[in-house]
């Protein structure tokens, strides 16, 4: 049994004790729950005459997280693409524990690209001033992905056997082995709007859903209903990891309020995307939605009716490669007081994806969700940038069909630098698309789910309440993180990372992290 599966029994099987107990008067362990007192510090800043007046300020929150995991089901939109088969083969091998072997020698199964399987956060120091570090999921209980229950939809009609032979993602061994389970597999009837997707796509188009866009929406309700009622399911979380969608036009009394966006649907309206027919039936059924890709599924009309139903939804656009690294290099190089001055981004790959994005519609949403990874950092340094000062930025994407799921992006970076100079940075990333997106669906399904189990109350709150539906924690994972309206967008990575970390430390009333090391530094 290799180490990550001893660690998965030890922490699902029923006699495992509690890795961890924070013993404080500010934290109450009950059979039900998890219960911390919580002081949020954070400081006010009053700007007065190009002075500042800094006020400290506390609030104390009240958290609450059920301990019980639930048995959840994970539905995917595009359940028969790359992400979807690889994902699926890939917990089948997990659960499993088969082992194929490669030109590299013999493979065991993993979830390393998963922050919640794969990742550590500190938990302190122990008595000899060692940081003690615990793996991320066991921070608070959050389902294993080998308990998924899995399902969902696609306009193909192929198995997941017959999805993951055309991804040509997986080792032919490894696909030999799962073979005869995946095909079992078979997608739900899928929407399909021609008009939303590159027209090189018709001929995957074969699995499609007739009727109006109504009639959609009621049936994709009823698959949840049945999906959950068939496996005896707690919980559902649907994430869309199909095709790049054009961007939607916002028009005034279509797809601005919840109650006209409803009515649009009745209509039949042109500018409703397959992605907000998706995202409306899970809001409806009370089952939370991510956007794994870059289109505007989440319209005005969206958003109000989450919020409205309090359900939770997140996107948009998985971060598995460049963005990512984009994200950490951009954070790195304003924070040394370097002004980056021009970002050019160029791919090329050869899954479906590319294929899809191609299409000048389809590569217009990715083209908006890749520029805006910079913002919040040029933002947070006017000794670098004057007002309205931004550096050039340049994406490109191009299909090559031989280079299959092996993407390549290359990057440049261009900087100013002391007394004029400038400071180029190339990076060349060849990168396998799916094997890096697909453990991204791993950690929305497993931290969304874990959100739903998770309330607060303020002492101006007489019960406890689920965060805001518009679920921002999930930025780390996303390209263009989806943001309560009228809040700030974070895409520098740390700061990401430090939010998750740091309000799942909360719950289990242990403080932020710091790394000030004032016990190394002041003795």
């Known amino acids: 049994m290799s180490p990550q599966q001893q660690q998965y029994v030890a922490a699902?099987?029923?006699?495992?004790?509690?890795?961890?107990?924070?013993q404080s008067d500010n934290v109450t362990y009950t059979e039900e729950a998890i219960e911390s007192r919580y002081v949020y510090r954070d400081s006010k800043v009053i700007r007065n005459d190009g002075q500042y007046t800094v006020l400290p300020t506390e609030k104390v929150y009240n958290f609450k997280t059920v301990r019980s995991v639930p048995r959840v089901g994970l539905m995917m939109v595009g359940w028969g693409g790359n992400n979807g088969s690889t994902l699926t083969a890939s917990i089948i091998a997990n659960r499993r524990n088969l082992q194929w072997r490669t030109k590299e020698g013999l493979q065991s199964p993993n979830y390393f690209g998963s922050v919640t399987q794969a990742s550590t956060l500190k938990l302190g120091i122990d008595e000899n001033g060692q940081d003690v570090y615990i793996p991320f999921n066991q921070i608070l209980p959050m389902v294993h992905p080998n308990d998924f229950v899995l399902g969902g939809w696609d306009i193909s009609s192929k198995?997941?056997?017959?999805?993951?032979?055309?991804?040509?993602?997986?080792?032919?061994?490894?696909?030999?082995?799962v073979r005869d389970e995946m095909a079992q597999y078979k997608p739900l009837p899928s929407i399909y709007y021609p008009d939303y997707i590159a027209a090189n796509q018709s001929d995957r188009a074969d699995n499609v859903l007739p009727g109006t866009k109504q009639e959609h929406l009621e049936k994709i309700r009823q698959d949840i209903r049945d999906f959950k009622a068939q496996h005896g399911l707690d919980r559902?979380?649907?994430?869309?990891?199909?095709?790049?969608?054009?961007?939607?036009?916002?028009?005034?009394?279509?797809?601005?309020?919840?109650?006209?966006?409803?009515?649009?649907?009745?209509?039949?309206?042109?500018?409703?995307?397959?992605?907000?027919?998706?995202?409306?039936?899970?809001?409806?059924?009370?089952?939370p939605f991510v956007n794994g890709s870059p289109q505007n599924t989440f319209v005005p009309g969206a958003i109000e009716l989450a919020s409205r139903e309090k359900v939770y939804i997140g996107g948009d656009d998985f971060k598995s490669g460049q963005t990512k690294?984009?994200?950490?290099?951009?954070?790195?190089?304003?924070?040394?007081?370097?002004?980056?001055l021009a970002i050019t981004s160029y791919n090329h790959l050869g899954n479906n994806d590319g294929k899809n994005l191609s299409a000048p519609q389809q590569f217009r949403s990715k083209e908006i969700s890749k520029s805006s990874v910079v913002d919040d950092m040029v933002a947070a340094n006017p000794i670098l940038y004057k007002k309205g000062e931004h550096p050039d930025h340049i994406v490109v994407i191009k299909y090559c069909p031989s280079v299959g799921d092996s993407k390549r992006a290359l990057d440049e970076y261009v900087s100013e630098i002391f007394m004029g100079g400038r400071?180029?940075?190339?990076?060349?990333?060849?990168?396998?698309?799916?094997?890096?997106?697909?453990?991204?669906i791993i950690d929305l399904a497993v931290i969304t789910e874990l959100m739903t189990r998770i309330e607060y109350k303020t002492d101006d709150m007489e019960e406890y309440a689920p965060f805001h539906s518009?679920?921002?924690?999930?930025?780390?994972?996303?390209?263009a993180p989806l943001v309560p309206p009228g809040t700030p967008v974070i895409n520098a990575l740390s700061k990401q990372r430090a939010a998750l970390e740091n309000i799942f430390r909360a719950c289990v009333g242990l403080p932020p992290q710091s790394e000030m090391m004032l016990e190394h530094r002041a003795f």
Not at 273 to 284: H, N, Y
Not at 325 to 340: Q, R
Not at 423 to 440: G, H, K, Q, R
């Open 12 to 22: 699902n099987g029923a006699a495992a004790p509690d890795l961890f107990r924070v």
């Open 159 to 177: 198995n997941l056997a017959e999805s993951m032979e055309r991804a040509k993602v997986l080792e032919w061994d490894l696909q030999r082995q």
């Open 236 to 287: 559902v979380i649907v994430v869309w990891t199909a095709n790049t969608e054009r961007y939607s036009s916002i028009i005034p009394g279509v797809n601005d309020t919840a109650d006209n966006l409803l009515q649009a649907v009745k209509n039949g309206h042109s500018e409703i995307a397959p992605s907000t027919v998706f995202a409306l039936a899970c809001i409806l059924e009370h089952t």
């Open 325 to 340: 690294i984009k994200s950490v290099v951009v954070d790195f190089l304003v924070n040394a007081g370097i002004k980056p």
């Open 423 to 440: 400071n180029t940075i190339s990076m060349y990333n060849v990168c396998e698309d799916s094997l890096l997106a697909s453990p991204l």
């Open 470 to 479: 518009v679920l921002s924690v999930l930025s780390y994972m996303l390209k």
